[in-house]
């Protein structure tokens, strides 16, 4: 259906943001997401300034028909916050951040990048815990649950999340938290953008004024990479782990003649005391003689390297929850890298654990609090042609690794099948989350998303 012109200028007039139509000059700018061959175009694009601005787009939303798709960050990888021919609902100009250092808390617009919040914070030695990139949107991170580099010390972002004002279905501004809506509290911390729209988020903050963290390259040889696993695992919660297994980046800490073979390129980081965080490093320098060793005491925030705000990769990948990396495992890791000849690819291994895992399963909609070692697996490509052999790449590692945890983190999940999209959501949480949808979006007018339907009366 195409939307009259006569409804664009009402919906302009009545709004303190700007609507963006296909003729204006900046829309394929104001359409663009972080993931490259994303080329959706929607009909019109609402870049929203406060939640009145949210409620009207949503009304139109239902009263249109039109597809609508919520977009914070940009980051998902399944393209969910763009749409064909439906509206968009553009967050970014929500980010506002309130910081209240005696009470460490801060309420943050749902538009906001996780970076903004942590440099912002980080200037008061506090911090939230995010994930490893700065330009992730909180909303979409959070509300997929949020692993991040204080994963073990402080636990998911929606372990540090406080309460959140949320737009539904039917247009109203609700408060969600432990006492006011508590389904609807429950439901967003893991249920992803199904039920409503988050216009703030309140977040506890942690003092953390500074960190032992950084950058270790190491060779990745099987031996190494199982070490890495099991110093990880034997680490104190204070020390969160990314270890990346993939041909060493020509960047300038690299000697020349590493670039392009397989690396161990981890970051860790440590937030505690220097001497202890030194400590905990230690067992990690000593696997092999590293290739870069970048890890120094530093702020929290220098964590977070500048990111190229044109990189658009195109990307196939896989998500899953494994048990464990041993020496067999590892093997099956260097061997499958060495097989492929993409440019960029990568097995991405993050040690679980700590505070993250002592949150009960049911808690949160995020039910994957045994888990113990999250895998991303991916590998970029240029062509049609070369996506089907990276794609079938991807599909045959995926395979060969995974064994013993069915669940996956949907937040990392790409454009996947209902099926898939329940084994984010285990036990009893799809019912629980099926039943809470009929509640506040009976009518599943927020579903470009990893789609949860309402359960049926
Ligand atoms: C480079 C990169 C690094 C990453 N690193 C991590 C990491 O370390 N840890 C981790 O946990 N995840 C990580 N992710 C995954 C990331 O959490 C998800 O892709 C997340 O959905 C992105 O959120 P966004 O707001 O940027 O994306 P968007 O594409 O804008 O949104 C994603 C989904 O959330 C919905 N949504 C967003 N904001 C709101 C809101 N305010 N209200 C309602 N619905 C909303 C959207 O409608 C969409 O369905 C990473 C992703 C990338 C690309």
Excluded at 35 to 45: K, L, N, S, T
């Amino acid at each position: 259906m195409a939307i009259e012109r006569g409804a664009v200028l009402q919906l302009s007039a009545g709004l303190n943001g700007r609507v963006i139509v296909p003729d204006d000059k900046d829309y394929d700018e104001a359409r663009r997401v972080f993931y490259g061959g994303i080329d959706r175009r929607p009909q019109v694009i609402v870049q929203a300034k406060d939640p009145n601005d949210v409620s009207q787009v949503i009304s139109l939303a239902r009263q249109t028909g039109l597809e609508l798709a919520v977009r914070s960050g940009g980051h998902s990888f399944a393209g969910h916050s763009l749409n064909e021919g439906g509206i968009v609902l553009d967050l970014r100009e929500l980010r506002a951040l309130q910081l209240d250092p005696e009470r460490r808390t801060a309420w943050a617009e749902g538009g906001l990048t996780t970076g903004a919040y942590t440099k912002a914070a980080g200037e008061l030695g506090l911090a939230t815990g995010f994930g490893d990139t700065g330009s992730v949107g909180i909303g979409g991170l959070t509300l997929g649950g949020g692993v991040g580099i204080l994963v073990r010390k402080y636990g998911l972002t929606i372990d540090q999340l406080l309460a959140a004002e949320v737009v539904t279905a039917d247009g109203q501004l609700l408060r969600a938290d432990a006492d006011t809506n508590p389904d609807l509290f429950w439901a967003i911390r893991g249920g992803g953008g199904n039920f409503g729209v988050v216009t703030r988020f309140q977040f506890r903050l942690h003092p953390v004024a500074s960190v032992v963290g950084g950058v270790l390259i190491l060779p990745a040889t099987p031996p190494v990479i199982a070490g890495f696993i099991a110093a990880a695992e034997a680490a104190p919660e204070e020390l969160s782990t990314i270890a990346s297994i993939m041909p060493a980046p020509p960047m300038p800490m690299v000697p020349a003649e590493q670039h392009g073979q397989l690396v161990v390129f981890a970051l860790l980081v440590y937030a505690g005391e220097v001497d202890a965080g030194e400590r905990a490093m230690a067992p990690f320098r000593k696997l092999a003689t590293p290739i870069a060793d970048m890890v120094r005491p530093m702020t929290y925030p220098e964590i977070f390297v500048p990111e190229d705000g044109e990189f658009h990769p195109k990307a196939v990948a896989r998500t899953m929850f494994v048990n464990a990396i041993d020496r067999s495992a590892a093997e099956e890791i260097v061997d499958r890298l060495e097989s492929s000849d993409a440019p960029v690819r990568v097995a991405q291994l993050r040690v679980l654990g700590g505070a993250m895992a002592r949150v009960p399963a049911e808690a949160t909609a995020f039910a994957h609090r045994a888990s113990r070692i999250m895998v991303n697996l991916a590998a970029f490509y240029e062509s049609p042609e070369e996506w089907a052999v990276r794609e079938a790449w991807v599909s045959d590692f995926a395979a060969a690794l995974h064994k013993g945890d069915s669940g996956v983190y949907v937040n990392f999940l790409g454009d996947a099948p209902e099926a898939q999209v329940r084994t984010a959501y285990p036990g009893s949480t799809w019912d629980r989350l099926s039943t809470i949808k009929r509640r506040y979006d009976s009518t599943n007018l927020f579903r470009v998303n990893h789609n949860i339907l309402p359960a049926q009366p």
